[in-house]
């Protein structure tokens, strides 16, 4: 049975930081790229940020380049993504997301509120 774990999401001011996490279990982790999607009120989900089997190539987006940084944790079967620099923009609903050969995973979204 596929299970994500998603925490870290919350209120933070604009130009602060939080921490994404998604702990996954049910399926092999490791030879799953991982990523995170977030969905603002009224419009399409969108890739955030990608990140390969090993962990050694990442992907961004325009909007969050320099801004947010995805890791991930093979040991631990865990995803991240540190946001910096939040700006009001960036409140949404983030998903995490494993694709692999023939099956594609997601998370149930974490809320992402920037406001002050």
């Known amino acids: 049975q596929v299970q994500f774990v998603e925490s870290g999401g919350g209120l933070v001011q604009p130009g602060g930081s939080l921490r994404l996490s998604c702990a996954a279990s049910?399926?092999?982790?490791?030879?799953?790229?991982m990523a995170w999607y977030r969905q603002a009120p009224g419009k399409e989900r969108e890739l955030v940020a990608s990140?390969?089997?090993?962990?050694?190539?990442?992907n961004y987006a325009e909007p969050v380049k320099g801004r947010f940084t995805i890791s991930r944790d093979n040991a631990k079967n865990t995803v991240y993504l540190q946001m910096n620099t939040l700006k009001p923009e960036d409140t949404a609903v983030y998903y995490c997301?494993?694709?692999?050969?023939?099956?594609?995973?997601w998370g149930q979204g974490t809320q992402v509120t920037v406001s002050s």
């Open positions: 997301n494993a694709v692999g050969r023939s099956f594609e995973y």
């Open positions: 049910g399926f092999t982790f490791i030879v799953y790229r």
């Open positions: 990140v390969s089997t090993t962990g050694g190539r990442t």
